[in-house]
């Protein structure tokens, strides 16, 4: 999956996009286990693909393969056990990219566009994301509506079927949440929250 984590009018200070963390060493000849955050493996891992970290040192991909639930790669210039043991939690990033496309409306986000982000549950908002004042035909927006903080996005894991969200809640505990319109039906990453509609028994602490 991706992530994603913000634009900038500074090129130089764009987001970078998370795509994996190197793990173990896998035998003697420099390969290294990683572990992907991207919904993208094969683009990113393929030959001649370079990977950054956020000081700007870059890994180019020599090669790399599928093994079970894990992605197992050679970069370039680690030669040997001694050297990919060193990498070990090393992580990987891409810049991420834009579409100039004016009439693009793709709505979709980059997981790192959502760690973060304040999960909040709307006491008076309908299925279809209103308040009970909109139905009321007031002009009221829903920026003043009550709402109550579930907890933050602390990570974003790939299934299948869609995204899960990891959210941490007030009291430490942490929910999986699917990544559907149906529980969470808008996400504002400028303004730093998301809303959910969890169904019972999603959280814990509710």
Not at 12 to 26: H, P
Not at 177 to 187: K, S, W
């Amino acid at each position: 999956m991706t992530m994603a984590e913000k634009h900038s009018a500074d090129p130089q200070q764009l987001t970078l996009l998370r795509v994996c963390r190197i793990g173990r060493a896998q035998g003697l000849k420099g390969e290294v286990n990683v572990r992907a955050f991207t919904d993208e493996p094969e683009e990113r891992f393929a030959p001649g693909s370079v990977l950054l970290t956020e000081d700007g040192r870059e890994f180019e991909v020599v090669r790399s393969r599928k093994f079970k639930e894990r992605w197992i790669v050679l970069f370039k210039g680690v030669a040997d056990r001694n050297a990919s043991e060193a990498l070990n939690g090393t992580m990987l990033y891409v810049e991420p990219t834009y579409s100039d496309d004016g009439d693009d409306e793709d709505d979709g986000f980059y997981a790192e566009d959502l760690i973060g982000l304040e999960a909040r549950i709307y006491e008076d908002k309908d299925t279809d994301g209103n308040t009970d004042s909109d139905a009321d035909g007031s002009d009221n927006d829903g920026s003043d509506a009550a709402y109550v903080v579930a907890g933050k996005v602390t990570d974003v894991m790939e299934s299948p079927a869609q995204w899960l969200l990891t959210i941490t809640e007030p009291s430490g505990a942490e929910s999986l949440v699917p990544f559907v319109e149906e529980i969470v039906p808008e996400v504002d990453p400028d303004e730093g929250y998301l809303v959910l509609t969890p169904p019972n028994g999603l959280l814990q602490d509710r």
